[in-house]
């Protein structure tokens, strides 16, 4: 069964402190892996999509990777206006269905 | 205005009540969703619409009713809801759901069921 688990559920990190928060995904024949970025009362917003294993994307503080099982958003000196809830999603299978994890709330504190 | 605009924010109802969600969309894609969104629970697609065609009906419930009457509306009709049908209610659109492109969701509908 296509799956997605984000770890850990909740992050608390002091103001650069760097860490990372982690996606790993079970479906046949990834066709796109995507992070979004949600503020409280806002809709997801678009970070990254990544197609395959070894590809990299940053932007400001984030970085994303993609290996064959799990993907990564590494948060660099992470600032207080970080903090939100990252979602990953996986594409992909005989479907090609849209998976949501339960995301990752991040707090970066001053 | 500009991306996804979703109306009302919040809305509250009781379960005899018949309620609408809309959606407006400005970016000239030709593909629209309804997600629900639940505490602690990963984003659930209800909904597809492809060029004002539903292409997806993911086992919702009759009591929810989607219409895309052209390709920048969207709605969701609500009638006899039950509690818990309380959630966020997501609208995105992308250029086409056959492809494999980024959402842009709206701000959502927040919606209490008493």
């Known amino acids: 069964e296509d799956q997605v688990t984000q770890s850990p559920e909740a992050l608390r990190l002091q103001e650069g402190e760097s860490s990372s928060l982690n996606c790993s995904y079970t479906v046949s024949g990834l066709r796109g892996l995507f992070w979004y970025r949600q503020d409280p009362g806002k809709g997801p917003e678009f970070l990254f999509t990544l197609y395959s294993a070894g590809e990299e994307k940053e932007k400001e503080r984030l970085k994303a990777t993609l290996t064959k099982k799990e993907s990564f958003l590494h948060i660099t000196a992470p600032k207080p206006e970080d903090s939100a809830t990252y979602l990953c999603a996986v594409q992909g299978g005989a479907t090609n269905k849209l998976i949501f994890g339960t995301g990752t709330l991040l707090a970066v504190q001053p | ?114």
Request: with cysteine.
């Open chain 2, 1 to 114: 205005e500009t991306g996804v605009t979703q109306t009302p924010r919040h809305l509250v109802m009781g379960m005899t009540n018949k309620k609408s969600l809309k959606c407006e969309q400005h970016l000239g894609h030709n593909a629209m969703y309804w997600y629900k969104q639940s505490a602690k629970k990963p984003l659930e697609l209800m909904f597809v619409y492809n060029f004002k065609e539903q292409t997806e009906n993911n086992s919702v419930p009759s009591r929810f009713s989607p219409e895309c009457p052209n390709s920048s509306h969207l709605f969701l009709h609500l009638h006899t809801l039950q509690p818990e049908d309380s959630a966020l209610y997501l609208c995105a659109s992308s250029q086409d759901s056959a492809t494999n492109e980024k959402l842009f969701f709206g701000s959502g509908t927040q919606l209490s069921v008493l």
